[in-house]
């Protein structure tokens, strides 16, 4: 990956991290004036509410390590997909460690911090499905990347002639519906059968890489 790249992911997961961490401590202070107000302050149900959110904060930095992706355009590599999942684990485990703090706290606060070591392999287990999707979502794009970059000319230049066909049929179609009684008929046919046969072209030329 360019460095100027990397350090623009590297910010960008920095400044997520922050507002992140900001929302998480936000909605806690919510739910526990909630819990306290209903009396729910010392039950389970604090420290549950809690492990949702931070499950939420995990999947949200990791979507958008993806939405950065698609919005900085980067060109295919070999390593791209190694060297993103790379800034994705270190951005994750600057948010785990805070997010592990405010969960022990939580376990304090419910008067449960006995809890903490136990409900861990559920957290864990949280983190470990965000990291799932995130590296199945990405190896998705990584290929979608891959496919523009070796898509041969041939190919290009197939879907480019069918593309055009389609808008002159499209244009035809219309002329034909705006004046019934002219012969457009035999050029709209003839459209309609060399279309799906570009397709066809299109596709063999693209499997033969």
């Not at 999707?133 to 197939?158: G, Y």
Request: overall charge neutral.
């Amino acid at each position: 990956m360019n460095p100027e790249i990397k350090e623009n992911f590297d910010e960008k997961l920095r400044l997520t991290n922050v507002e992140i961490t900001k929302t998480l401590d936000k909605q806690i202070r919510t739910m526990l004036a909630e819990h306290s107000r209903d009396g729910m302050l010392g039950s389970g149900s604090t420290i549950r509410k809690t492990m949702d959110l931070i499950e939420a904060g995990s999947s949200n930095l990791y979507q958008t390590v993806l939405d950065h992706l698609c919005a900085l355009t980067i060109d295919y590599s070999p390593m791209l997909e190694t060297e993103i999942r790379a800034v994705a684990k270190s951005a994750h485990d600057s948010y785990k460690e805070v997010a592990l703090d405010r969960l022990n706290k939580s376990t304090v606060v419910a008067r449960n911090p006995q809890l903490y070591e136990r409900i861990m392999p559920d957290v864990k287990s949280g983190f470990a499905t965000d990291m799932a999707n995130f590296h199945n979502s990405l190896n998705i794009a990584i290929i979608e990347l891959k496919q523009k970059v070796t898509m041969p000319i041939s190919t290009k230049v197939i879907w480019s002639m069918e593309a055009s066909l389609i808008l002159a049929s499209m244009f035809i179609a219309g002329m034909w519906y705006k004046d019934p009684g002219g012969n457009y008929e035999p050029i709209v046919v003839g459209l309609a059968l060399v279309i799906p046969l570009l397709a066809i072209f299109a596709r063999f030329s693209a499997k033969k890489t």
